[in-house]
């Protein structure tokens, strides 16, 4: 088996976080370079990963690095498609962030590029592969649940806006909490169901909470440089007549006992759940027992690692030339629902889907 020598654009939380330290740990890859605008962060990563990469100020160096195999782009999401166009189109494979682009017209692109140059490209949404999610998707494809109608995707976090970075700006980060968030939360109640295929969206977006910035877990944050969205709700509806419904927010006066994205699935024979402060390994299901509605509560002892899971699974797509875990035309699609939200927010309007 080959070492993939792979270059990261983008030295933040998400590359430091989740995309080097499931990188480093496989034996077939080697991070050979690192880029950011800001130094500083590439050569501290070097560091702290006893790396021996070569440090890049300008993502299009790296591109044409004949080198380097495979691209991580983790910048902030106006960039994604720019950056993973250039890549492709010096022949690497490309890992982009969520979201895919902050416009289908991009995402389109992308996906088209890839297919064109004949390289892999994928998207970081790993919240689906946690153990609950990915045991709720089980019983569904064995038909437990019977025909499900109804998804419920959710994150209301209470007080936990990432006000480092430049989240808040809609010009650098593209949009708000459905740019952070909302992918996450559009995704994993498709990918349950394995159904993408919209048939419309009807949102709204709220930023009442941007003055009321006492208590964020993840710091404070300037009110005067805040103009995105901080809550978003969408009805989305499929052309099979599923409805799928998503809440997602960075800042709420709302207590959700699961801190993390979560999601409930109605049946014609059950319904299932993710509870607890255990949400992500353990869930619920409820339907009729001898004539009676039961609830029973199933602890998941399989761990797993979503980020690695993601990374492991995009390595090995590109190491035997099979399909990553999740497809560039999936993370199209949940871009395309996001813009949806925006528009149907702006005009007051149920946005059809062809």
Known sequence: MSTLRVGVIGIGVIATTKHIPALVKRDDVEVVA????????????????????????????????????????????????PITLDALNHGKHVHCEKPLACTYADAEKMVETAKKVGKKLTSGLQWRYNPAPMEMKRMIQNGELGDVYYVKSQQLRPRRLPAYGVYTNKELNGGGVLMDGGPHSIDLAMWLTDNYDVASVRGVTFDKMKDYPEGNSLGPWDPDKFDVEDTAMAMITMKNGMMIYVETAWITNMLQEAPGVVASVAGTKAGVDMVGPGFETSVRTTKMVDGELKTEIKSIEESVNMNEYDINHWIDAIQNNGDPAVLPEQAAMVTKVIEAIYESARTNKTIIFD
């Open 34 to 81: 690192l880029c950011d605008i800001e130094k500083e962060k590439a050569e501290k990563a070097n560091r702290e990963f006893e790396l021996n990469a070569k440090i890049y100020t300008d993502y299009k160096e790296l591109c044409a690095d004949e080198n380097i195999y495979v691209v991580h782009v983790c910048t902030p999401n106006p960039l994604h498609c």
